[in-house]
Nanobody, 125 residues
Framework: QVQLVEFGGGLVQAGGSLRLSCAASGLTFTSYTMGWFRQAPGKEREFVAA????????FYADSVKGRFTISRDNRKSMVNLQMNSLKPEDTAVYYCAADWRAGIATVNSKGMDYWGKGTLVTVSS
């Protein structure tokens, strides 16, 4: 059974940092492009960042480029999202997801094979 479990969310002031992590199990981790998505209240789920199977290529949404960094540890089957210079508009539930077919530029919220249950990030102004 495939499981993706996110952790590291919480409340932070604007300008602060948080590090999200996602632990994967039940799948061949290195076969999957991994992504982070987020969903704010009343909005659709949106792409945040993706990382290639080997971890050597990354892709970001324009809204987080330069502030967020995605990384993965294939030995531990984990993917991380370092979030710096957080803004109130970053407030959302953040989801980890895995896709067997897509590359980092083609991952999308409708095509991912597996999803975690999400972790809430709240950025206060």
């Amino acid at each position: 059974q495939v499981q993706l479990v996110e952790f590291g969310g919480g409340l932070v002031q604007a300008g602060g940092s948080l590090r999200l992590s996602c632990a994967a199990s039940g799948l061949t981790f290195t076969s999957y492009t991994m992504g982070w998505f987020r969903q704010a209240p009343g909005k659709e789920r949106e792409f945040v960042a993706a990382i290639s199977r080997a971890g050597d290529n990354t892709f970001y949404a324009d809204s987080v480029k330069g502030r967020f960094t995605i990384s993965r540890d294939n030995r531990k089957s984990m993917v991380n999202l370092q979030m710096n210079s957080l803004k109130p508009e970053d407030t959302a539930v953040y989801y980890c997801a895995a896709d067997w077919r897509a590359g980092i530029a083609t991952v999308n919220s409708k095509g991912m094979d597996y999803w975690g249950k999400g972790t809430l990030v709240t950025v206060s102004s």
